[in-house]
């Protein structure tokens, strides 16, 4: 199953379905009509989505099997099933909610140990603002720990992620490297928000997973691979990785990476909705 993710091409019409038709002007959905995700495709690949009467994401159906997410005013329990319906115990998750928000959780492993737990911190605009995962070996202790610092513009794009690793040494966790990540967009393209999954529990605003390559927040590449809710349309993504010097205490910079994604690469229908970003195509639904 893939395990991860980064995002979005082909300009298609369907006349009568109002799908593929590329706009030039501000796409903006009609106020008073709100929309979630229906399905995505990659080639063979399809995700179809399944919601409750609150409008959550309870169900992703997919080859292979499906995602079920089951809810309480406290927790959210989140498994993988094979295509039998037998849970697949290698992708268990329990996450704690508070004031609307997940704070935490983990991953278990076959055998019912941890293998991963996260915190997530928000700040006082609701965004979130911290997210730390820390990886356990065999033995049960932590092995590894991943920690991202994220920060908005005024329009509440992501703008700058900031990520530090750590492996286990035999005094404790040691700096290993680390990436910063600037962030610009097309902002006259809104993109696909936690809302519109269903899943709306990481903060107001969208954003914040595998810049690093890294698992930041859990699942998401159930969304299709390269897929990055996001609140406008990414545009480019720039990195500088470091290594920490043991000797000198000091981080060094060890590369730089730039990405873009073109315009072509995202196509709207007249709603202003994405269906289609690279070659997945996107399939929406209204709802009250």
Not at 100 to 119: A, E, T, V
Not at 130 to 135: G, N
Not at 143 to 151: C, N, P, Q, T, V
Request: glycine share 8%; with cysteine; proline share 3%.
């Amino acid at each position: 199953m893939k395990h991860l993710f980064l995002i979005l091409l082909t300009f298609v019409c369907f006349s009568g379905i109002h799908l593929g038709c590329k706009k030039k002007k501000d796409n903006t959905p009609p106020p008073n009509q709100s929309y979630r995700i229906k399905s995505t495709t990659d080639g063979s690949d399809k995700k179809t989505f399944s919601y409750d009467n609150e409008n959550r994401l309870t169900r992703i159906d997919f080859a292979g099997g499906s995602f079920r997410i089951v809810y309480s005013n406290v927790e959210i329990k989140a498994q993988v099933y094979f295509a039998n319906g037998n849970p697949d115990p290698s992708w268990k998750y329990l996450f704690t909610i508070h004031n609307g928000h997940i704070n935490g959780g983990f991953k278990y492993l076959p055998n019912g140990g941890i293998g991963r737990d996260y915190r997530y911190e928000y700040d006082i605009d609701g965004r979130l603002q911290l997210s730390i995962m820390r990886v356990y070996d065999f033995t049960g202790d932590v092995s590894e720990a991943h920690r991202y610092d994220f920060s908005y513009d005024a329009q509440n794009n992501l703008q700058q992620v900031g990520y530090t690793r750590g492996n286990q040494t035999g005094t404790g966790i040691q700096k290993a490297d680390s990436i910063s990540s600037i962030i610009s967009y097309y902002n006259d393209r809104n993109f696909i928000k936690w809302k519109q999954t269903g899943f709306d529990f990481f903060g107001k605003a969208s954003g914040g997973i595998r810049l690093t390559g890294l698992e930041i927040i859990p699942f998401s590449f159930l969304f299709q691979e390269n897929i990055i809710p996001s609140e406008k349309a990414l545009q480019t993504l720039d990195s500088k990785k470091y290594q920490w010097n043991t000797t000198t205490q000091l981080w060094n910079q060890v590369s730089t990476a730039n990405q873009t994604w073109p315009s072509g690469d995202y196509v709207y229908n007249n709603e202003g909705l994405p269906v289609k970003f690279k070659n997945i195509t996107l399939e929406w639904e209204a709802y009250e």
